[in-house]
């Protein structure tokens, strides 16, 4: 399989150009219950298979779930910081170099799969409540010195956790697991 493929199994994120509320509501839906789906697809994994990275050079398994949790714990933050400020700059931080840490590399999944598990209810609860207006507010990410929309964060978000579970997938239907 060629490495594109392998790094983007779900293909690239396209930030949407036109947002309904069934879109939201789509996303909405794929955020809420990416933890229960993560769930599945490492239960019973070894920790050999949760030693094995997705593809030549990239992240295990347990990296996978670690990343996943760091993420959307920033995400959740910078999120309600958009719904509490006036366009609040966020804090990007160097996800390789979280992943490599002993907590990434080493340590058990299932205190990642719980931060999943609460994050992603009290979000998709925060998100279910927002108004148009609030779809709209922004923050300002200097990583990639744009500012973002919360409909927007929403898409990027529940993109990223299909995008990782596709790793997962993938890996093991090639690997016969």
């Known amino acids: 399989m060629e490495l594109e493929k392998l790094k983007y199994p779900i293909g690239k994120f396209n930030p949407p150009q036109n947002i309904s509320q069934q879109d939201l509501d789509n996303w909405i839906d794929d955020i809420e219950i990416l933890s229960g789906k993560l769930n599945k697809e490492i239960q019973g994994l070894s920790e050999n298979q949760l030693n094995t990275p997705y593809r030549p050079a990239g992240w295990t398994i347990r990296q996978v779930v670690h990343h996943l949790a760091d993420s959307h714990m920033n995400a959740f933050i910078r999120i309600k910081l958009a719904l509490t400020e006036e366009k609040p700059v966020v804090k990007p931080y160097f996800e390789g170099r979280w992943a490599e840490l002993t907590d990434s590399k080493n340590y058990l999944v299932e205190p990642s799969l719980k931060i999943l598990e609460g994050v992603h209810q009290r979000w998709s609860s925060l998100f279910k409540s927002l108004s148009e207006e609030d779809m709209k507010r922004t923050l300002i990410h200097p990583g990639y010195g744009k500012e973002f929309q919360i409909n927007e964060m929403i898409a990027m978000y529940a993109w990223h956790g ?14 016969g697991w």
Request: glycine share 0%; charged share 20%.
């Open 162 to 175: 299909n995008h990782h579970l596709a790793h997962i997938t993938t890996l093991k239907k090639h690997k």
